[in-house]
């Protein structure tokens, strides 16, 4: 609907927030097809569509079809807009001031913060700062580029020992009590079993992308993991948010 808006009032630029849902989520199977044992994700990249139907993930399938009947719409005779879009992946980083909801990113970090995770999960995720994401959907408008491509915004592929690492040094650095209560929470023990393979190749194998052309032609450069944690431990301790039971499914 909203790009139908556009094109009935002659938008002219429309940069569209996909997801790496449309990018990844492949469980493992293009690692498994690969000669190396693992897969480069680009911005040529489609989860693919049959593999998420028999896994019966119609989330990450509705972003897919959600992207592809974008570009679909892009293309008709008689559109008034250029396109570009974005596919960030889980995204870190500072909160809007006054947040009152948790949200399913930051949920991710308070899950460490407040030992709801007693163990440290086994594996890893892409994550991006929110600032980039930003910067990447201003970009294209302002300087004029970016147009009929889309983006991977990947800020890095942690382990989660590193997250429960970078969220206990920003606990202790931030110096209030609560925080360092909530350090001695952070658990230092992994998990024995590894994350289930949902996203990109399992989770004992390093996750690999290629984000160079949002670098290079948007001009993004990513924060790192580290500091996007910091920033949204120090959110989340200012917004007053104490456990992860304050998380609603509804708050994406």
Request: hydrophobic share 35%; with cysteine.
């Amino acid at each position: 609907m909203v790009l139908t808006a556009c094109r009935t009032f002659n938008v002219q630029y429309v940069t569209l927030t996909s997801s790496s849902a449309a990018v990844y989520v492949d469980y493992g199977t293009k690692a498994a097809a690969s000669e190396s044992g693992n897969h480069v994700y680009t911005d040529k990249d489609w989860s693919p569509e049959d593999v998420m139907e028999e896994h019966e993930n119609y989330y990450c399938l509705s972003k897919t079809y959600a992207e592809k009947r974008a570009w679909e719409l892009s293309r008709e005779d008689g559109c008034p807009y250029k396109l570009c879009v974005l596919n960030p992946s889980l995204i870190w980083g500072p909160m809007t001031k006054g947040q009152n909801h948790l949200n399913t990113s930051t949920n991710g970090i308070l899950q460490y913060m407040d030992g709801s995770h007693t163990k440290i999960q086994n594996g890893i995720r892409c994550v991006v700062d929110i600032r980039d994401v930003a910067l990447a959907h201003i970009t294209p408008i302002a300087d004029n580029i970016g147009w009929n491509k889309r983006y991977l915004l990947f800020g890095g592929a942690p382990r989660f020992t590193e997250v429960a690492a970078y969220v206990k040094k920003a606990l202790l650095a931030n110096g209030s009590v609560g925080a360092r209560t909530m350090a001695a929470s952070v658990p230092v023990e992994v998990e024995e079993s590894l994350m289930p393979t949902v996203m990109g190749p399992p989770a004992d194998t390093p996750l690999l992308f290629d984000c160079s052309p949002a670098e290079v032609e948007l001009g993004i450069k990513f924060t790192s993991v580290e500091v996007m944690v910091k920033d949204c431990v120090n959110e989340l301790l200012e917004s007053r948010f104490s456990g992860s039971e304050e998380y609603c499914v509804g708050n994406l």
